[in-house]
């Protein structure tokens, strides 16, 4: 079955960039999706297709793919971006399916 | 504003069955895909179903498959999940999250709070 592989854990000091890594090899035909959950709540999307930013996301996150590896990157990161980062993307080997990353912790500190 | 709000969760025997249901208000909910994720209490997602605007097609995580069943009624602003032969590890926090396409299964956009799911003898 189609995976997806995160780090299970980064960790950056305040201000530093944070660079959140997805290896499948579907993404070089699909998207990647970035959420990004808080302890507690619900995910939030944070980038789709690959490097596009939701209204309301702060500018210092961004997202690129190139081969079979996805990055979210988070510029300047700031105790507020702690919490799991998944990332997702359809299975490309199969019409309708998706798949998550197993997820990354992201501490600040 | 987009609300999606997830009900039907509750305790449940292995190998019976539960229905949940999620409501949708703020946006037109016939346009778009759905999906049911899942979260098991301290760890990661899992994509469990999802349902293309029109009821064309329907997709299914393996771990389901055969088992659960997802519908919408679109005039009632309505997506729904049926499980069947429940098993332990289907034990999770299940959510109902809007997709933004609506022919095929591209990201999800909104999210609900989730309704949790508890197999157990």
């Known amino acids: 079955s189609y995976e997806l592989t995160q780090p299970p854990s980064v960790s950056v000091s305040p201000g530093q960039t944070a660079r959140i890594t997805c290896s499948g090899d579907?993404?070089?035909?699909?998207?990647a999706h970035w959420y990004q959950q808080k302890s507690g709540q619900a995910p939030v999307l944070v980038i789709f297709?690959?490097?596009r930013r939701p209204s309301g996301i702060p500018e210092r996150f961004s997202g690129s793919s190139s081969g079979t590896m996805a990055t979210l990157i988070i510029s300047g990161a700031q105790a507020e971006d702690e919490g799991d980062y998944y990332c997702y993307s359809a299975d490309s080997t199969t019409n309708h399916k998706g798949v998550f990353g197993g997820g990354t912790k992201l501490t600040v500190l | 504003e987009v609300q999606l709000v997830e009900s039907g969760g509750n305790l449940v025997q292995p190998g019976r069955s539960l229905r949940l249901s999620c409501t949708a208000s703020?946006?037109?909910?016939?346009?778009?895909?759905m999906h049911w994720v899942r979260q098991v209490p301290g760890k990661g997602l899992e994509w469990v179903a999802g349902?293309?605007?029109?009821?064309?097609?329907?997709g299914y995580a393996d771990s389901v498959k055969g088992r659960f069943t997802i519908s919408r009624d679109n005039a009632k602003n309505s997506l729904h999940l049926q499980m069947n032969s429940l098993r332990v590890e289907d034990t999770a926090l299940y959510y109902c999250a809007k997709d933004g396409s609506g022919y095929d299964f591209d990201y999800f956009d909104q999210w609900g709070q989730g309704t949790l799911v508890t197999v157990s003898s």
């Open positions: 703020g946006f037109t909910f016939g346009n778009f895909a």
């Open positions: 579907g993404l070089p035909k699909k998207f």
């Open positions: 297709e690959d490097s």
């Open positions: 349902i293309t605007w029109k009821s064309g097609s329907t």
